[in-house]
């Protein structure tokens, strides 16, 4: 059974920077992030092919994170990455690391992701 655990998440000024991390115990096709603020649906982050390079197959769903997230991997440690950076009050909250076994199209469909982890809080404060 596939296992993602993420790490990295925090409390951070605006304008601040995160990086977190997940960690898969095997392969999948398809690895993403996701996040949730209270009283808010989960919603997609950015999403990335495994095994095409650190930074190939990369999708960023949500435009507010463009130019200001990044998305990466490292294959050979089964680890993908989502370094924020310019965080702001509105990017707080439980950031989710999601894995398939098929292709990111539709990245932002939640329900296509058959593996999670347990999640990693981040909050951007004023």
């Known amino acids: 059974l596939l296992q993602l655990v993420e790490s990295g998440g925090g409390s951070v000024q605006a304008g601040g920077s995160l990086r977190l991390s997940c960690a898969a115990s095997?392969?999948?096709?398809?690895q993403a992030w996701f996040r949730q603020a209270p009283g808010k649906d989960r919603e997609g982050v950015a999403s990335?092919?495994?095994?095409?390079?650190?930074?190939?197959?990369?999708?960023y769903d949500d435009d507010s994170v463009k130019g200001r997230f990044t998305m990466a991997q490292d294959d050979t440690k089964m680890m993908v990455y989502l370094q924020m950076n310019d965080l702001k009050t509105e990017d707080t909250a439980m950031y989710y690391c999601?894995?398939?076994?098929?292709?990111?199209?539709?990245?932002?469909?939640?329900?296509?992701?058959?593996?999670w982890g347990q999640g990693t809080q981040v909050t951007g404060s004023s």
């Open positions: 999601a894995a398939r076994r098929r292709d990111c199209s539709r990245m932002e469909d939640a329900e296509a992701y058959n593996y």
């Open positions: 095997e392969y999948s096709y398809c």
């Open positions: 990335i092919t495994i095994g095409r390079g650190e930074r190939g197959g990369i999708t």
